[in-house]
């Protein structure tokens, strides 16, 4: 633990009137900066700071918008083509399938 955190947390916690007499402030700094750790970690993870949006997500939601759209573009293609009624991706053979009916 450096010294300078638990000169800090001593002052900080003298300043808010707490005596710190006999306190461990090295443990209270060292747990407070472990929880401060702790909570940028689990912020980059999420929004954490409640926007709404950021760059990251609408760039992300344009490229969805996107695809989705181009996929609609390839669907309706191959069902003028083939006179299709419905048109589907079978994963597990890998191929575009459609259905006359």
Known sequence: MKTENTEAMDEILTSAGICTD?????QIAEDFICHMQAMSEMQSYSHY?????????LKKDD?????????GIY?????????????????SERAVKYDLY
Do not use: P
């Not at 490229?63 to 996929?71: D, G, P, R, S």
């Not at 669907?75 to 994963?91: G, I, L, M, P, Q």
């Open 75 to 91: 669907n309706e293609s191959v069902k003028r083509r083939r006179n299709a009624a419905y048109v589907y991706v079978d994963f």
């Open 22 to 26: 006999g306190l461990n402030v090295s």
């Open 49 to 57: 700071d409640k926007i709404e949006t950021c760059d990251k997500c």
């Open 63 to 71: 490229e969805i918008k996107m695809l989705k759209e181009e996929i």
